[in-house]
Structure formats: structure tokens, C-alpha cells
């Protein structure tokens, strides 16, 4: 893994996605390398260049600084491009000096991440008046997980990271997604009530979103494993059907568990 020391000339961001009005991200890349990330292709970059080098950018706190100072207080989104809280921010800890910076101001904080890391900033994030955490979580099979997520934290250490900051009153959520074509109707109940011992208060849904290689990068990862490597073959044609009927069934539960089940985009 390159890393690269750069500057930026802004922290904040415009935010067109659902609830937030800001977005921060203080890397570029991303060393989880989460084979269905689809991120290179909306940046347009290649999935190397994604994966295999990280910028670190190194001033990002000062300038957060600077523009709490002019811009309108809004809801910031942490991060919403790259994880704020992979492996390399245990060293650089760009996210912690920058809720140093958010919390002067006490802007409302929504972060997402799948990484426990977060729960080394308990200290900060739990002095925000308003501050929402909402865990990645793609699946409850570890092994999948490893397949899919190789750098990423395990699921149980995830949920725990959750049932941590929502008995703190901390606002928690899950991303459950990009739902697997592997996970089952069957599953879906007890995926639900899993979630519901963490104490979350509601959970935004997405699907596999095949970008330009993403399929390929898949199916070339995991060729030894023979039933998800099926299921990954043939995932151009089920994707759709598959995903529609797994929606249905959980906001079906959602509503019959009181929790709130929204379409992340």
C-alpha cells in the first residue's frame, strides 16, 4: 500500500445525498478493498489506483477550521466517499482532529464506517448534541465477509461498536448493504432482529451496483470458493429479481419490528 501526503483546498463538500448538507473526507482510497466498491468507477479512476495508494490529506483539520468559521452550520457526513476509519487512520488520525474541529461548533455529525476504530473517538463523538453512527454491514457471514471485505472489521466486532454507542444515546443505523446475492428470504428475519439487540433505529438498504468491472473483480477473487462463485457468475441475471424480493421481505419485517427500512439512493 503507497501512501501520498497531499494538501487540499477544502474540506467541506456539497452533499446531494439524503440528509446531509456537507460531506468530509479526509483520505482518498481506501485499504479495506472491499471487491465490490464501486467508487473507482464514479470517480473514474482505476481500481488500483483506488486500492493500492492512499492520499493523505494532511491539512484537512486546519482547513476544516477556517471554513466552519464562513460557511452555515449543516449536517456533515464522515465520510461518504472512503471510510474514515481504515487501518491507516490508526496512525494519521486525520478523523479525529477533524471532529476535534466539528465539535467547537457542535455541528450534527452523521459517520459512516465499517471499521471498529470508531469506537477510539467515543470520547469526542459522544460530546456532539447531535451525532448518528451508522456501521457498513453487508452480511452476518463472517466468511463471506473476509471474502468480500478483506480488510474490513469482523461483523461481531462491528455490532458490538454499535450496542456500545446506542447504550451511550448515541443515534445508531446500519447500511445493509450492497445486499449479497447469497442472502436468503429465510435469513432475513433473524438479520433484523440482529441488528434490533444492537438498539439501531432504523437501516438504509442498497443493492449490488455492478460498475464497469466489478463483476469481474468479484468472480476472479474467489474462484476456490464454488458456491459463491456461482452465485457471483450469474449475478448479472438474478441481481434485480433477487434484490426486489429481499427489499420486500425486509420492510415487510421492519414494519412487523416497529424499525425504520429506507432506499439508501
Given at each position: 500500500?503507497?501512501?501520498?501526503?497531499?494538501?487540499?483546498k477544502s474540506a467541506l463538500s456539497k452533499s446531494n445525498l439524503l440528509g446531509?448538507?456537507y460531506s468530509l473526507n479526509p483520505y482518498k482510497g481506501c485499504a479495506h478493498?472491499?471487491?465490490?466498491?464501486?467508487?473507482?468507477?464514479?470517480?473514474?479512476?482505476?481500481?488500483?489506483?483506488?486500492?493500492?495508494?492512499?492520499?493523505?490529506?494532511?491539512?484537512?483539520?486546519?482547513?476544516?477550521?477556517?471554513?466552519?468559521?464562513?460557511?452555515?452550520?449543516?449536517?456533515?457526513?464522515?465520510?461518504?466517499?472512503?471510510?474514515?476509519?481504515?487501518?491507516?487512520?490508526?496512525?494519521?488520525?486525520?478523523?479525529?482532529?477533524?471532529?476535534?474541529?466539528?465539535?467547537?461548533?457542535?455541528?450534527?455529525?452523521?459517520?459512516?464506517?465499517?471499521?471498529?476504530?470508531?469506537?477510539?473517538?467515543?470520547?469526542?463523538?459522544?460530546?456532539?448534541?447531535?451525532?448518528?453512527?451508522?456501521?457498513?454491514?453487508?452480511?452476518?457471514?463472517?466468511?463471506?465477509?473476509?471474502?468480500?471485505?478483506?480488510?474490513?472489521?469482523?461483523?461481531?466486532?462491528?455490532?458490538?461498536?454499535l450496542s456500545d454507542f446506542s447504550n451511550s444515546g448515541i443515534k445508531t443505523?446500519?447500511?445493509?448493504?450492497?445486499?449479497?446475492?447469497?442472502?436468503?428470504?429465510?435469513?432475513?428475519?433473524?438479520?433484523?432482529?440482529?441488528?434490533?439487540?444492537?438498539?439501531?433505529?432504523?437501516?438504509?438498504?442498497?443493492?449490488?451496483?455492478?460498475?464497469?468491472?466489478?463483476?469481474?473483480?468479484?468472480?476472479?477473487?474467489?474462484?476456490?470458493?464454488?458456491?459463491?462463485?456461482?452465485?457471483?457468475?450469474?449475478?448479472?441475471?438474478?441481481?434485480?429479481?433477487?434484490?426486489?424480493?429481499?427489499?420486500?421481505?425486509?420492510?415487510?419485517?421492519?414494519?412487523?419490528?416497529?424499525?425504520?427500512?429506507?432506499?439508501?439512493?
Amino acid at each position: 500500500m503507497k501512501i501520498e501526503h497531499i494538501s487540499c483546498k477544502s474540506a467541506l463538500s456539497k452533499s446531494n445525498l439524503l440528509g446531509l448538507d456537507y460531506s468530509l473526507n479526509p483520505y482518498k482510497g481506501c485499504a479495506h478493498q472491499c471487491l465490490y466498491c464501486y467508487v473507482p468507477s464514479v470517480l473514474r479512476i482505476t481500481r488500483e489506483q483506488w486500492s493500492n495508494k492512499i492520499l493523505i490529506k494532511e491539512n484537512i483539520p486546519k482547513i476544516l477550521s477556517n471554513e466552519l468559521k464562513k460557511k452555515p452550520i449543516g449536517k456533515v457526513g464522515i465520510s461518504t466517499v472512503t471510510d474514515p476509519y481504515q487501518p491507516i487512520e490508526q496512525k494519521y488520525k486525520l478523523t479525529r482532529y477533524c471532529l476535534e474541529q466539528l465539535l467547537k461548533f457542535d455541528v450534527p455529525i452523521s459517520i459512516q464506517t465499517k471499521n471498529k476504530l470508531v469506537k477510539r473517538d467515543y470520547d469526542i463523538i459522544t460530546k456532539f448534541s447531535e451525532a448518528e453512527l451508522m456501521m457498513s454491514i453487508a452480511t452476518l457471514n463472517n466468511e463471506d465477509r473476509k471474502l468480500l471485505e478483506p480488510y474490513s472489521s469482523n461483523i461481531d466486532e462491528r455490532l458490538k461498536v454499535l450496542s456500545d454507542f446506542s447504550n451511550s444515546g448515541i443515534k445508531t443505523s446500519v447500511f445493509f448493504g450492497p445486499i449479497y446475492p447469497t442472502i436468503t428470504i429465510d435469513e432475513i428475519p433473524p438479520i433484523i432482529e440482529k441488528f434490533l439487540d444492537c438498539n439501531i433505529s432504523e437501516m438504509m438498504i442498497d443493492k449490488f451496483r455492478l460498475k464497469k468491472g466489478i463483476r469481474e473483480n468479484i468472480i476472479s477473487h474467489m474462484k476456490k470458493e464454488e458456491q459463491l462463485y456461482k452465485k457471483f457468475r450469474q449475478i448479472n441475471d438474478i441481481i434485480n429479481e433477487h434484490y426486489n424480493e429481499i427489499r420486500s421481505e425486509l420492510i415487510k419485517n421492519g414494519k412487523e419490528k416497529g424499525i425504520l427500512i429506507q432506499d439508501a439512493f
